[in-house]
């Protein structure tokens, strides 16, 4: 089993920023390909970013690029995620989550462990 464990959310204003972070223990050896989700109220979850374990390979929803960038450190089995200039839209809890696959994916049901959230709320 691996537990994702998220932080950093908070509230912001508009074109702020935040930086959240998700510490992976436990059998890490499992937690590969990692990913970054968010769900809204009445929404249904969606892909935000997600990058390979090696943290070569990354990829991004279409509304955050340009402005989030998802980052690691295998060393302290972290994953980061710096979000800049930051939309009301862009308010939701955030999920940490880790697959055991090595691939890169965009698609919520490959990924096997997932953290309990942190709520990221901008205000306008």
């Known amino acids: 089993q691996v537990q994702l464990v998220e932080s950093g959310g908070g509230l912001v204003q508009a074109g702020g920023s935040l930086r959240l972070s998700c510490v992976a223990s436990?059998?890490?050896?499992?937690?590969?390909?990692m990913g970054w989700f968010r769900q809204a109220p009445g929404k249904d979850r969606e892909f935000v970013a997600a990058i390979s374990r090696s943290l070569v390979n990354t990829d991004y929803a279409d509304s955050v690029k340009g402005r989030f960038t998802v980052t690691g450190d295998n060393a302290k089995n972290t994953v980061y995620l710096q979000m800049n200039s930051l939309k009301p839209e862009d308010t939701a809890v955030y999920y940490c989550?880790?697959?055991?696959?090595?691939?890169?994916?965009?698609?919520?049901?490959?990924?096997?462990?997932w953290g309990q959230g942190t709520q990221v709320t901008v205000s306008s």
């Open positions: 989550a880790a697959s055991r696959s090595y691939r890169v994916t965009t698609r919520a049901y490959v990924y096997d462990y």
């Open positions: 436990g059998r890490t050896f499992g937690a590969n390909a």
